[in-house]
């Protein structure tokens, strides 16, 4: 049970870290996503504004905050003494700055055109315009195919367009439309290729692809370790419990067959009236000693998995048959009729057990019918499957009492005048024996309407 356990613990710990190792790698790769985004548009907004200035229009309110946003993140690009409210010349906004007196002109200078030329030199215009632009567009994009209609009309329902699209050739481009007011051009568009930030992206992932998997295997043997850590003494404690239980149920064998042997001595020595009930009490006690310690011993090596099962192809109606046949003179003591209805069906298992099983449900449904009822057995294929169903028509079993019937040493008392005996572990036997042979059981039972066993075991 404990090795079970195990496994969920190991499932628990390594869905957790899993989730916190997606978790931080989905949010790298979104702001890296996010930060090419911004990067791009706010470049593509600055390409804009320079081509409005080189067409000597009015830069509209959103192009020139971009171009303030532009300037004050790259500060060697800015012209030191153009007054805030004269225009920009627009070869200042392509072109750094020549290095200032008295530097060497090496690594600032560098520093600022490569600045510009990673993040500029991608965008190219559509269509290219004169007055001394010679911006190429990429030779992978077919720039006369590029200018996107429905972009030209969105920029001119809104006033501007930022879109990404998809050209013929599988690439995508991020594309900036602007309605320039004239006849010709009437639009402007810059755009700029993200095939570069793709494969950039597509690595990322990979990456993180392979290191999720090593971090899985990793992760995977730390929360086994931590679980087995975990765990330790609670296996150490359940081998001793079941060591103590299988221990003290051979001791006590010996003890209780002398008890018993003596009170059946004396009982055969013709005692008087009063010895012979004080005898026979001692002997009903044995014997209930006795079937608690089988039960426990019983439980202690299911839980332990050490329970040898004799696995055999077994027809159904034969062994249902068996079993009526076993509690027939019972059930008539207690004026109650068992009756075999179809039983259709060949299961594998053991025999043996599976007999227990249905003489334990039997004995149950006994206690639980009144005289005059009838216990029914039954059996059909049911998918992989074979369902067995116990069934009577006693007094039922209460709501509250239907999740705890399979819990351990769990009692129902039926009436004042009940004088059977039961250590409340029949059905955690039964339940016990039923799952160590890759079954179920489920229980259906209400107050004056009988209950159902239902029994469901491998077909052969």
Known sequence: MLRTLRWKLTLLYLVSALGLVILLAAGSYAMLRYYFQQSTDLALQYKMAAEFRLLGLSLPPNLAKSERVWLENNPRLAPTSTPAATPIPAHT????????????????????????????????VVPSVPSGNNTPSPPNVPVTKIIDAAASSA??????????????????????????????????????ELSDQDRVLNQYLTG??????????????????????????????????????????????????????????????????????????????????NRLVDDLLLLSRLDANRLQLEKAIIPISDLLSETIRQMERLAQEKGVTPALDAAKGTILGDRARVRQVLLILLDNALRFTAPGGAIRLSARPSGKFVEIT????????????????????????????????????????????????KGSIRIESAPGRGTRVHIFLPAA
Not at 99 to 121: A, F, K, T
Not at 245 to 265: C, K, M, Q, Y
């Open 155 to 192: 920029a001119a329902k809104n006033g501007a367009d930022l879109r990404t699209i998809t050209l013929d050739n599988g690439s995508r481009v991020r594309l900036l439309t602007y309605p320039t007011g004239m006849s010709s051009p009437a639009v402007l568009q810059v755009g700029r």
């Open 93 to 124: 906004l392509a072109t750094p700055v020549a290095p200032r007196p008295g530097s060497s002109g090496g690594e600032d200078s560098s520093d600022g055109e490569g600045e510009v030329e990673g993040e500029l030199s991608p965008i190219f």
């Open 208 to 289: 993180l692809f392979i290191l999720g998997l090593i971090a899985s295997l990793m992760l995977a043997l730390v929360s086994w370790w931590l679980a087995g850590r975990s765990l330790g003494p609670a296996q150490k404690a359940w081998d001793q419990q079941q060591s103590f239980v299988s221990n003290a149920s051979h001791e006590l064998r010996t003890p209780l067959t002398l008890i018993r042997a003596t009170a059946d001595f004396g009982l055969r020595a013709h005692p008087d009236q009063e010895q012979e009930q004080v005898l026979q009490d001692v002997v009903d006690e044995a014997d209930y000693m």
């Open 390 to 437: 116990v069934a009577d028509n006693g007094s039922g079993i209460a709501p509250e009492h239907l999740p705890h019937l399979f819990e351990r040493f769990y009692q129902i008392r039926t009436n004042a005048t009940d004088d059977s005996r039961s250590n409340g572990l029949g059905l955690s036997i039964a339940r016990a024996l039923i799952e160590a042979q």
